[in-house]
């Protein structure tokens, strides 16, 4: 059984303080869900965030880090500094990042492989334009991007992988994917898993969705039988919205 898990990802958003109370506010009524709770914030609240969520069940994430272990990469972090604070999590190759940070499918297989090699567990981002989408090949994406992001990962640690299919058109646009579209894209990049790794493996792994989710749909979204939980941009920003969509 896949542990389904609800992700916030704060993108640019939030002063220290406010993500601080933020996990105060939501704690205790996270804390019976049966789902994993995850929180990607920016940098400068990771590890104040980390701190705040010792002892609960809220775990804390990064939105990007660097392969490489050190080096002159101006402005760039690394797996060990993230690991150092307590962080957990790391999305990988978000769109945002794809589009204006020249984020590609090669970096987003190295970016894998060094969070694995260092025991954090890669949220790995994949997802189609609406260009794409209307020239249907969204299918193609995905597994292009699903094949490269996991190229050179074994069984063993592509089962700790969780991978977002967040097609872009949906992400804060308030469109969202039908449940049905996106479970049948959830299960098709399973079935991409299931070449690489065969059936037992991809069972393991969770496939998120992402894109305008909010507690008027997260239930549908979740009960669908591919989809193993959702990541969550401008929903995830209110304490109570959260709460709502964890609690689905
Ligand atoms: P929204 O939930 O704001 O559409 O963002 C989705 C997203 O990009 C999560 O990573």
């Known amino acids: 059984m896949r542990l389904p898990m609800i992700a916030g990802n704060w993108k640019m958003h939030k002063s220290i303080k406010e993500g601080v109370a933020f996990v105060e506010a939501i704690k205790s009524d996270v804390a019976d869900t049966d789902v994993e709770v995850l929180i990607c ?52 190759g978000h769109s945002e990042r ?14 894998t492989l060094k969070a694995l090699a260092k025991g954090l567990v890669p949220v790995v981002c994949v997802g189609e334009t609406l260009e794409q989408r209307e020239a249907s090949e969204t299918k193609a994406i995905c597994k292009s991007q699903v094949e490269k992001a996991f190229s050179g990962i074994s069984g063993d ?49 969770r496939i998120q969705y992402g894109g305008s989710v909010k ?3 997260v239930a549908e979204i979740m009960n669908e039988s591919d989809i193993d939980g959702a990541l969550v941009g401008g929903a995830s920003l209110e304490p109570d919205s959260f709460v709502q969509l964890v609690n689905f």
């Open 215 to 217: 507690p008027a749909n």
């Open 157 to 205: 640690a592509a089962k700790t992988v969780v991978v977002a299919y967040e097609p872009i058109w949906a992400i804060g646009t308030g469109k969202t994917a039908s449940s049905q579209d996106a479970n049948d894209v959830i299960a098709y990049i399973r079935e991409v898993l299931t070449a690489l790794y065969g059936d037992e493996i991809s069972e393991e792994i």
């Open 41 to 92: 914030a920016p940098y400068t609240l990771l590890q104040s965030l980390v701190k705040a969520a010792e002892g609960t069940n809220v775990k804390i994430g990064a939105q990007n880090m660097h392969y490489e272990d050190k080096g002159a990469f101006t402005g760039e972090v690394t797996a060990d500094m993230l690991l150092e604070i307590g962080v957990t999590h790391v999305i990988i």
């Open 98 to 111: 794809r589009q204006y940070y020249n984020e590609t499918d090669e970096t987003v297989n190295l970016k």
